[in-house]
């Protein structure tokens, strides 16, 4: 079975650090890029980072650059997304997502078809 | 960076009926644009990509229309598991943006 189960959440003080783990297993990890998506107490979704394959590349939302790092270890089916300097506002659930391609009409078309169940991360005094 | 709007924020419909949600981007996008389904307390669920590509295992009462800047997505039928809320999400360029929300409610 295709899975992704993240791991990692909780409460933190503003301006502390956290790191989230997201396992990987029934399908070969190293072959895709992978995101995390984060969700806010009755908000929308939105998107946060995500990683190539080897991790040559990476991406950001503006609102976490500087302040989080998104990696994996191939060898452990694993990514994480470390976050350091959070604040009230970094309080969301984050999800890890897969990430694939549907090649048609002469370009390469992203989505993200498998996600986790998500790790909540409070940030509060 | 590229802006996702969505119309309408909610909706109130009855099972058989034939709902539309769209979603508008800031800028041409072609056909970069992804819709997801998400029941509270739950991941978001992969319904469509490119626009009009229907996931494996979603069924055939949801589609997908559009290209450019302006992207629809149908429900033929409503059927009692798809009150849910539903989000658009450009892949075009990051950050990789999503639409506000549209939730669908039963009347």
């Known amino acids: 079975e295709v899975q992704l189960v993240e791991s990692g959440g909780g409460l933190v003080q503003p301006g502390g650090s956290l790191r989230l783990s997201c396992a990987a297993s029934g399908f070969t990890f190293s072959i895709y890029w992978m995101n995390w998506v984060r969700q806010a107490p009755g908000k929308g979704l939105e998107w946060v980072a995500n990683i190539k394959q080897d991790g040559s590349e990476k991406y950001y939302v503006d609102s976490v650059k500087g302040r989080f790092t998104i990696s994996r270890d191939n060898a452990k089916s694993s990514l994480y997304l470390q976050m350091n300097s959070l604040r009230a506002e970094d309080t969301a659930v984050y999800y890890c997502?897969?990430?694939?391609?549907?090649?048609?009409?002469?370009?390469?078309?992203?989505?993200?078809?498998?996600w986790g169940k998500g790790a909540t991360v409070t940030v509060s005094s | 960076d590229i802006q996702m709007t969505q119309s309408p924020s909610s909706l109130s419909a009855s099972v058989g009926d034939r709902v539309t949600i769209t979603c508008r981007a800031s800028?041409?996008?072609?056909?970069?644009l992804n819709w997801y389904q998400q029941k509270p307390g739950k991941a978001p669920n992969l319904l469509i990509y490119a626009a009009s590509s229907l996931q494996s295992g979603v069924p055939s009462r949801f589609s997908g229309s559009g290209s450019g800047t302006d992207f629809t997505l149908a429900i033929s039928s409503l059927q009692p598991e798809d009150f849910a809320t539903y989000y658009c999400?450009?892949?075009?360029?990051?950050?990789?943006?999503f639409g506000q929300g549209t939730k669908l409610e039963i009347k």
């Open positions: 999400q450009q892949s075009y360029s990051t950050p990789y943006s």
């Open positions: 800028q041409s996008i072609n056909s970069f």
């Open positions: 997502a897969r990430g694939d391609f549907w090649r048609g009409y002469g370009y390469y078309y992203y989505y993200m078809d498998v």
